[in-house]
C-alpha cells in the first residue's frame, strides 16, 4: 500500500468539464427563472397562481425529463441522448428568452426542463462507464462545481442585468443557450473530441464488463426493481437524496424570501449573503470534498458535513429564524451542504448499478425527488409564514434522516462488498 499520489489523466479532466455543463446548465436554468418571476408577472399580466404555477411546471419538467431521458440513454446510447438534450436546452432556452405571450413561455419552460432534467443522469453514465472506478468520486463530485456555477453565475448576471429591466431575460437565457451551444458543437463539431470519448469507453470496457456492464443492451427498470440487490439501494439513493434535497431546494429557492419577509431585511442584504455563502461552497466543495472523494476519508467528509447543516437549523430554530443568527446559519449550513448530500449521491448512483442501468437509475430517483421536492416547495411559503421555527425543525428533521439513510447505504456497500475506497478498496483497480 502506497500513499504516492496519483496523477489523473488529463482526458478525465477533459471530458468531466463538457459533461458537467449538464449540471450547470441545470442549475442555471432554475435559478434564472426564480431571477425572472417578477418580471414575467408584470410583461404578462400573471396572478399569484400562475407565479407557483410557472415554477412547478419547470420542476415537473425536469423530474420528467429526468426519468425519460436516464432510460432513454441506457437504450439508445448515452451518448446519442446527451447531444440531443444539449441541443433541446438550446432551443428551450431561446424560445422562454424570446417569448411573446405567456402559451410560448410554458411551452419554452417545458421544453428547457425535459431537456435539463434529461442531460443530468444522462451526464454521469457518461462519465461513469469511461473513468476507472478508483477516480471515480473525483470526477464525478467536480460536476458539484458546475452546479454551483450555475447558481453563482446568473444570480452576478441578475444583479448586473437588473437595471435594463425585461431585456436582462434576453441576456440571462441568451447565455445559458449560448453556454449550451458551445458545449453542444465541442461534442458534435470536434473530432478530436469524439475519437477522445470513444478512447476512454475502449480503455474502460473491462472494469464495466466485470461490473456486470453491456453498453449494447439497457438493464430494464423491471429489473432493477425486482431485483434486491439493486431495489434496496434504489430506495437508499431516494431518500437520501430527497431528504438533502427538501433543505438545499427550499433555500435554494426561497433564502431571499425568508430573510426579507421574516427576517425584514433588504433584498440587496439577502442578495448578497446568498451569493457569498455560494462563493464559500464552491471553495468549500474544491478544497475539500473533490480532494477526498476517492480516499477512505470521504464519509468522514459527509458525516462532518451534514452534522454542520443539523446543527445550523437546531441553532436557527430556536433563535426563531431571528435575522442575524439566520445569517451566521445559513452561510454555515451553505459552505458544508455540499460535503454530503447530492455529491455523495451523484456518486452512490454510479458506484451501485451495472453501467447500462446507471442512467435509468439515477433518472428514476431524481424524478421522484424533484417531483416529491415540487410539493414540498410549493407549501414553503406558507409554513414560512405560519411558523419559521417550524420549517426549520422540519429541515432537521430531513437531515438527520438524511444521515441515518447514509448510513444505511453504507453498510449495505460494506455488506455486498461493492468497491469503494473506504469498506472495500481492493476492489478497486490499482487502489491502495
Not at 431561446?94 to 443530468?120: K, M, Q, R, W
Not at 450555475?150 to 441578475?158: A, C, E, F, L, S
Not at 437524496?241 to 431571499?256: H, I, K, P, R, V
Amino acid at each position: 500500500m502506497t500513499n504516492t499520489p496519483v496523477k489523473l489523466d488529463p482526458r478525465y479532466w477533459k471530458l468531466s468539464i463538457n459533461a458537467s455543463m449538464a449540471s450547470y446548465l441545470d442549475a442555471a436554468i432554475l435559478i434564472s427563472a426564480g431571477i425572472a418571476l417578477p418580471l414575467w408577472t408584470e410583461r404578462f399580466s400573471m396572478n399569484t397562481w400562475w407565479v407557483g404555477a410557472l415554477s412547478t411546471i419547470l420542476t415537473l419538467s425536469v423530474a420528467v425529463g429526468s426519468f425519460f431521458g436516464g432510460r432513454l440513454s441506457d437504450r439508445f446510447g448515452r451518448v446519442m441522448v446527451f447531444n440531443l438534450d444539449i441541443l433541446f436546452v438550446v432551443i428551450g432556452a431561446l424560445v422562454v428568452a424570446f417569448a411573446p405571450n405567456l402559451a410560448v413561455l410554458v411551452a419554452g419552460i417545458v421544453i428547457v426542463g425535459l431537456a435539463s432534467g434529461a442531460d443530468l443522469p444522462t451526464s454521469l453514465a457518461v462519465i461513469s462507464e469511461r473513468v476507472p472506478e478508483r477516480f471515480q468520486g473525483k470526477i464525478i463530485s467536480s460536476t458539484e462545481l458546475f452546479w454551483l456555477g450555475g447558481i453563482v453565475i446568473p444570480q452576478g448576471v441578475g444583479f448586473l442585468v437588473a437595471g435594463i429591466g425585461y431585456a436582462g431575460i434576453y441576456v440571462m437565457f441568451g447565455l445559458i443557450a449560448l453556454i449550451a451551444l458551445i458545449t453542444w458543437l465541442v461534442r458534435i463539431a470536434m473530432p478530436s473530441f469524439k475519437v477522445l470519448e470513444d478512447e476512454l469507453l475502449a480503455e474502460n470496457a473491462a472494469e464495466n464488463a466485470a461490473h456486470g456492464g453491456n453498453g449494447d443492451k439497457a438493464y430494464p427498470l423491471s429489473g432493477l426493481l425486482g431485483n434486491k440487490r439493486f431495489l434496496v439501494p434504489l430506495i437508499f439513493l431516494t431518500v437520501y437524496y430527497l431528504m438533502w434535497n427538501l433543505s438545499a431546494n427550499t433555500w435554494g429557492s426561497f433564502q431571499t424570501y425568508f430573510m426579507v419577509t421574516i427576517g425584514g431585511r433588504s433584498q440587496s442584504y439577502a442578495t448578497a449573503v446568498g451569493f457569498i455563502a455560494n462563493v464559500l461552497a464552491i471553495i468549500t466543495t474544491y478544497a475539500v470534498f473533490v480532494r477526498f472523494a476517492d480516499t477512505s476519508k470521504r464519509y468522514i467528509v459527509m458525516i462532518v458535513g451534514v452534522t454542520c447543516g443539523i446543527l445550523s437549523w437546531v441553532v436557527s430554530a430556536f433563535a426563531g429564524g431571528q435575522w442575524m443568527v439566520f445569517t451566521i446559519c445559513y452561510v454555515i449550513y451553505s459552505i458544508t451542504n455540499t460535503l454530503h448530500g447530492e455529491p455523495i449521491y451523484k456518486i452512490w448512483s454510479q458506484q451501485l448499478f451495472p453501467a447500462n442501468a446507471r442512467a435509468t437509475a439515477t433518472g428514476f430517483t431524481y424524478a421522484i425527488v424533484r417531483f416529491l421536492t415540487a410539493i414540498f416547495g410549493f407549501v414553503t411559503p406558507s409554513l414560512m409564514a405560519y411558523s419559521p421555527s417550524l420549517l426549520l425543525w422540519i429541515l432537521v428533521g430531513v437531515l438527520v434522516l438524511s444521515l441515518v439513510t447514509a448510513l444505511c447505504a453504507m453498510k449495505f456497500i460494506r455488506n455486498h462488498e461493492i468497491p469503494d475506497p473506504r469498506f472495500n478498496p481492493k476492489a478497486l483497480n490499482g487502489t491502495k
